[in-house]
């Protein structure tokens, strides 16, 4: 499937444009019945040497409007938030992000827990992040794109709310064309990247250094 141009797609896509009000919200609910949905990759991390009895939650991811939607987020130019017409993601960008944050820690085998609530009234760490990019930029043509992600991440004690480390996480990938499954797989790219080094720096926060590959 490709992608329209960018004088097309402002025209095609001009139902989908980001909106205020609940018209927006109804456009992507009514519209998303018929989209193909695409799903991203956890990141293939070694296994720790030994597994810390410590249990991390993860929040859900904070962000913008514009991007608290299943929809994949095309800007021809830095002032417009268009979606890829015929696609959308699997779950809602701040849910996916979640999910693959929970797959990248738990699959290291590092922690005894880890998951979306602490157990019982508290835990022992909690990640909180907060999703700035995650959309192709157009290049001037329209014939290709760059993938650009940007997360803040935190780490937080939760005995006593005390931020124990803070740092942004961001990751580009090329995409020769403006196929969507080319764009898919530049996304999984640069998701693959950015979760690879989130996950490495959190499991250090807490005390646990992975194997290098």
């Given at each position: 499937m490709i992608l329209m141009t960018r004088?097309?797609?402002?025209?095609?896509?001009?139902?989908?444009?980001?909106?205020?009000?609940?018209?927006?919200?109804?456009?992507?609910?009514?519209?998303?019945?018929?989209?193909?949905?695409?799903?991203?990759?956890?990141?293939?991390?070694?296994?720790?040497?030994?597994?810390?009895?410590?249990?991390?939650?993860?929040?859900?991811?904070?962000?913008?409007?514009?991007?608290?939607?299943?929809?994949?987020?095309?800007?021809?130019?830095?002032?417009?938030?268009?979606?890829?017409?015929?696609?959308?993601?699997?779950?809602?960008?701040?849910?996916?992000?979640?999910?693959?944050?929970?797959?990248?820690f738990d699959d290291t085998g590092a922690l005894t827990y880890v998951g979306r609530r602490p157990i019982g009234a508290t835990g022992d760490v909690a990640l909180l992040t907060e999703i700035t990019d995650f959309q192709a930029e157009l290049d001037a043509d329209g014939s290709s794109a760059l993938i650009r992600l940007r997360v803040v991440a935190r780490m937080i004690r939760e005995s006593d709310a005390q931020v124990l480390a803070r740092r942004t996480f961001t990751a580009l990938a090329p995409s020769a064309s403006t196929d969507t499954l080319e764009i898919v797989q530049a996304f999984n790219m640069a998701s693959d990247q950015l979760l690879t080094d989130l996950v490495r720096w959190g499991l250090g926060v807490i005390g646990v250094q992975l194997p290098a590959v």
């Open positions: 004088r097309s797609m402002m025209t095609g896509l001009l139902g989908v444009t980001v909106l205020p009000g609940c018209a927006a919200l109804s456009a992507f609910g009514e519209a998303t019945a018929v989209l193909d949905a695409y799903d991203l990759r956890a990141p293939d991390l070694p296994q720790a040497g030994r597994t810390l009895g410590r249990a991390l939650s993860i929040e859900p991811p904070t962000t913008s409007g514009a991007l608290d939607t299943d929809r994949i987020m095309i800007r021809p130019s830095p002032v417009q938030a268009l979606y890829l017409p015929g696609a959308r993601w699997s779950e809602d960008t701040p849910a996916l992000l979640q999910t693959l944050m929970l797959r990248g």
